[in-house]
Nanobody, 114 residues
C-alpha cells in the first residue's frame, strides 16, 4: 500500500517559520522527483517546489529564498522548511511525486496570520 501523509502545519505569525513533513508509507520514493504543492482558498493547486533524484531543486518565484525542500530517501520522507512566512503562504500543503502521481493525501493546513 502507498499512502502520503503530510504533517507539521500550524497557525503562525508573519515572519515565522515552520517545517512540513511528508511520509510516503509503503513506498520507496528515491527513484522519483518529489514535490510540494499548495492550494489556497478559492484558488487552484499550485506547484511550490520540487527536488529531483539527484538533489536538484526548483522553486516557485513566490517562495524563492524563503523555502527549502529536502528529502530523506532512507525514511521515504519529504520536507519543506518554510521561513519568513507571509500571509499569502496560507494554504493547504500537499506532497506528491511529479510523475506518476500517487493518490493525494489530505494535506496539512498552514495559516499565517497575526
Amino acid at each position: 500500500q502507498v499512502q502520503l501523509v503530510e504533517s507539521g502545519g500550524d497557525l503562525v505569525q508573519p515572519g515565522g517559520s515552520l517545517r512540513l513533513s511528508c511520509a510516503a508509507s509503503g513506498s520507496i520514493f528515491s527513484l522519483y522527483t518529489m514535490a510540494w504543492y499548495r492550494q489556497a482558498p478559492g484558488k487552484q493547486r499550485e506547484l511550490v517546489a520540487h527536488i529531483s533524484t539527484g538533489g536538484y531543486t526548483n522553486y516557485a518565484d513566490s517562495v524563492k529564498g524563503r523555502f527549502t525542500i529536502s528529502r530523506d530517501n532512507v525514511k521515504n520522507t519529504l520536507y519543506l522548511q518554510m521561513n519568513s512566512l507571509k500571509v499569502e503562504d496560507t494554504a493547504v500543503y500537499y506532497c506528491n511525486r511529479i510523475a506518476p502521481l500517487l493518490p493525494w493525501g489530505q494535506g496539512t493546513q498552514v495559516t499565517v496570520s497575526s
